[in-house]
């Protein structure tokens, strides 16, 4: 462990940059709003801004990416097949466990089962995480029911304890290390890991005051979901709810659903291209012939959380699929993000 002084955070970036593309949380300059996004200036990334409105799932798991070009000469029946190569390294800053436990999730789904993503594994062999331990939750935050934070405890390079005077400087991996001894950084001294504690449980006693919108019973709704006892009336007044609008999986750090479309050129070649997918949308499990075996949309909202906290899922993930983020509460227009839909699965058992 090592001390990082706030003054030298400018350097600290400053070394960053010189290797890689620069992500980070950023104040918007007339909403006030944070945003994680790509940052023209490693000065503008702020490490003590709130928990941004986005996740930096973005980063390795475009909104669309073009995964290849082909052409196919009719006459010669010549085919030519053109990789993409367009991955940048990229060093994602201030990142809050929730969303570090989110890109762990994708982690084990592209790479960590049958067969591997070589699209996901370019972004994430190129990439330098840097996690925050998260000493302030939001409305909505309910990480702590999810296992998930308010401190990383795995999958970072750097992780970056704000102890007021300087920032707890701890190094994950081999690039971290190197990254200590490029900026010669002090020792903790051998209080650093009592006084990263005393953060943390601090952090941890402020959900009670501050993350007043969650009140989730996780534990109880995996419980529940897993073996299937969630009646229909529940799941119909949830489907009932939903505007069908894809939000919710697009905020959600740990939601992996793509789409596949090859779109054909005027100059006669074919660009493939992945983008991200709901299982909001009608259309998500339509086959050929246009059988969709999910059409309620009560059938496809179950699905989602299904993924998200069945034990299922939590067998192929080694965890809940569900980071406690909170994101999809704010966004949910019909006011079923997941927080909400524990709430609704409580009320089943209790009858309140």
């Not at 299937?228 to 009932?240: L, P, S």
């Amino acid at each position: 462990m090592y001390l990082l002084a706030k003054s030298d955070v400018p350097r600290f970036l400053s070394a960053l940059s010189a290797r890689f593309e620069m992500y980070g949380p950023q104040v918007h300059p007339v909403s006030g709003d944070v945003f994680f996004d790509k940052a023209a200036d490693s000065s503008s990334i702020r490490l003590d801004a709130p928990i941004p409105a986005n996740s930096p799932k973005f980063a390795v798991f475009p909104h669309w990416e073009r995964i290849l070009s082909y052409a196919y000469d009719r006459e010669t029946k010549d085919l030519r097949i053109v990789p993409e190569d367009l991955v940048r390294p990229k060093a994602l800053v201030g990142i809050r466990s929730c969303d570090l436990t989110g890109l762990l999730c994708f982690d084990r789904f592209f790479l960590g089962q049958e067969f591997v993503d070589d699209f996901y594994r370019a972004h994430r062999r190129r990439m330098f995480l840097v996690s925050v331990t998260c000493v302030t939750p939001f409305a909505q935050c309910f990480c702590v029911c999810t296992d998930s934070g308010p401190a990383a405890r795995e999958g970072y390079d750097v992780n970056l304890t704000d102890l007021g005077e300087a920032y707890l400087f701890e190094a994950g991996s081999d690039a971290g290390r190197e990254l200590v001894a490029s900026l010669s950084l002090p020792p903790a001294g051998p209080d650093a890991g009592r006084r990263r504690d005393e953060v943390i449980d601090r952090s941890i006693s402020r959900f009670e005051a501050a993350a007043v919108e969650n009140k989730a019973w996780i534990s109880r709704a995996v419980n529940r979901l897993t073996t299937g006892f969630v009646k229909n009336e529940t799941w119909e007044y949830i489907g009932q709810q939903c505007f069908e609008c894809g939000a919710c999986s697009f905020v959600c750090p740990s939601c992996s659903c793509f789409n596949i479309e090859d779109v054909n050129r005027r100059d006669g070649t074919t660009e493939r291209l992945r983008t991200w997918d709901s299982c909001s949308f009608e259309g998500y499990a339509r086959m050929a012939g246009e059988h969709n075996p999910r059409r309620p949309v009560e059938d496809r909202r179950n699905k989602r959380f299904f993924c998200k906290l069945s034990f299922s899922q939590s067998k192929k993930y080694l965890r809940p699929g569900c980071v406690g983020c909170g994101r999809c509460v704010r966004v949910c227009p019909g006011d079923i993000g997941m927080a909400n839909v524990v709430t609704a699965i409580r009320r089943e058992i209790t009858g309140k």
